[in-house]
């Protein structure tokens, strides 16, 4: 599997911001498809965004984007008007093709904290 870095995560009040950034050591870094998933305390692991390898993106909420930037080999969830709710640890991954499900995914990065207050 490829190595995947994240970071960005923290602690921030309700209504602000964070940009997360996952940094991948992978060969050929711009064949692969970049998800981003989130998992919250007692819940299963959701998805929550895509780019494709040309750069187009599926995100699952208006107050999230995800990008990629292939000379960095980084990919990137921006996500703005944060709400208790988005309190989870999230996860970047890699694979082959676009998808929402877990299983079509080969790496998998460590996870980075996301805490949003009231």
């Known amino acids: 599997q490829v190595q995947l870095v994240e970071s960005g995560g923290g602690l921030v009040q309700a209504g602000g911001s964070l940009r997360l950034s996952c940094a991948a050591a992978?060969?050929?870094?711009?064949?692969?498809?970049l998800a981003w998933f989130r998992q919250a305390p007692g819940k299963e692991r959701e998805f929550v965004a895509v780019?494709?390898?040309?750069g187009g993106t599926y995100d699952t909420d208006a107050r999230f984007t995800v990008s990629r930037d292939n000379a960095k080999n980084t990919v990137y969830l921006q996500m703005n008007s944060l709400k208790p709710e988005d309190t989870a640890v999230y996860y970047c991954?890699?694979?082959?093709?676009?998808?929402?499900?877990?299983?079509?995914?080969?790496?998998w990065g460590q996870g980075t904290q996301v805490t949003v207050s009231s």
């Open positions: 780019v494709s390898p040309s």
């Open positions: 991954a890699l694979g082959p093709i676009v998808s929402r499900e877990e299983s079509q995914y080969t790496s």
């Open positions: 992978a060969r050929a870094f711009s064949n692969y498809a």
